[in-house]
């Protein structure tokens, strides 16, 4: 009997197909929108362009990866993740590098590295793998064990201070703890809580969180200093008007007037060259990542996939809607990237890997079914 050769997409189908369409038509349209908004927000800076692409390359490979990993090798994966990001944490506790007044790194000879990006992945999968092993059995106190392991790495991480990514890994986790059937009561109490505990929350905060939050108020009060980039963001994003003003015509970044254009503020250089039209574009691509996201977890074969991928999409959401909080003044600048759209390595892998765990779960599930 003689073989038939296979023909080139026969070879490459399996490793086509991990990919959902939806989520990967939106996430490229959001990519190709990031390299034209970062050219002409990199204009003034050389290598940045060629270092966002790079990175997005990398972001695209550890996306197909994930997305080839079944969710029961994830499972099994997230106690040691857990466990080696907490130690890794409390390793730079006691012996991180100092960087700007914050000690967020850790020096492992021949890099550094960052501890607290490790568990805006780890944290979720550590929730969805205990409340999966606590279904048909949960009890309330299952609920104060997992906001003791949320708490812990959040707290050791606001303690650097990186309240941005302390943020996003204390909502990546409370989003599992939702999803897992957090009754409502509990959920009011803990907000009429935490509005109670807000005046020893704020003398918790250092200097510059709280004057942050002053200058949210008012950032007329320091229009220089500290209130410089919601001014100035404003700004961009409100001269844009309808259209915008055309793409490398923006002429608060060409100016020099938007710090942090490239990371943080991307979003007040695509409102000052595409107005309001590519505003709703991209928040429509936006809304379409997380509406399939949102479908992928409630399609979901198990607890565990159905947890992760919910925590993965809201985390999504977390990113998009506080970075355009801050640039449009509505939140406290609190360094959260624009997701797809702003530089930053560890950024963009991060959410690639979020990504392809979401298409390997929506796999898994066409797999089950079949």
């Known amino acids: 009997m003689i073989n038939e050769a296979r023909r080139p997409w026969q070879v490459a189908r399996p490793y086509v197909t991990v990919f959902d369409p939806t989520l990967s038509i939106s996430i490229l349209a959001i990519l190709g929108l990031s390299f034209v908004t970062m050219y002409s927000a990199a204009f003034d800076f ?12 990398t ?17 099994r994966a997230a106690v040691p993740l857990f466990g080696i990001g907490l130690a890794l944490l409390i390793a730079v506790a006691l012996f991180g590098d100092i960087s700007k007044g914050a000690r967020r790194w850790l020096n492992v000879g021949f890099t550094r590295i960052q501890p607290s990006e490790m568990l805006k992945i780890a944290m979720p999968l550590m929730l969805a793998w205990y409340f999966e092993r606590r279904e048909g059995a949960q009890r309330w106190f299952d609920f104060v064990i997992a906001t003791v392991l949320l708490l812990v790495p959040v707290a050791l991480i606001a303690r650097q201070p990186d309240l941005g990514t302390a943020i996003l890994v204390l909502a990546a986790g409370a989003y599992v703890i939702f999803f897992a059937g957090l009754p409502f009561k509990v959920i009011g109490g803990l907000i009429v809580a935490g509005l109670a505990a807000a005046p020893l929350g704020w003398s918790a905060l250092h200097d510059y969180q709280r004057q942050r939050i002053l200058t949210l108020i008012d950032p007329t009060s320091d229009p220089l200093g500290k209130g410089f980039h919601i001014i100035q963001s404003e700004i961009a994003v409100g001269s844009g008007g309808t259209f915008g003003k055309g793409w490398m015509l923006g002429t608060q970044a060409h100016l020099e007037f938007i710090p ?33 996201g949102l479908v992928i977890a409630g399609q979901a074969s198990t607890l565990f996939s159905r947890l992760l991928a919910g925590a993965i999409t ?14 449009t003044g509505v939140l406290p600048v609190v360094g959260v990237p624009l997701p797809m759209m702003s530089y930053g390595g560890t950024a963009l892998v991060t959410l690639g890997m979020g990504a392809g765990m979401l298409m390997s779960i929506a796999r898994h599930r066409r797999l089950v079914q079949t």
């Open 46 to 57: 050389p290598g940045r362009f060629d270092g966002h692409v790079r990175n997005v390359a």
């Open 314 to 327: 809201m985390s999504f959401f977390t990113y998009a809607f506080v970075n355009m909080g801050m640039v």
């Open 59 to 75: 972001a695209l490979v550890v996306m197909w990866i994930a997305a080839n990993v079944p969710p029961a090798v994830l499972m």
């Open 260 to 292: 942090e254009r490239t990371t943080d503020f991307i979003f007040a250089v695509f409102g000052e060259e595409f107005g309001l039209v590519g505003a709703g574009v991209l928040l429509g691509l936006y809304l379409v990542v997380i509406g399939r």
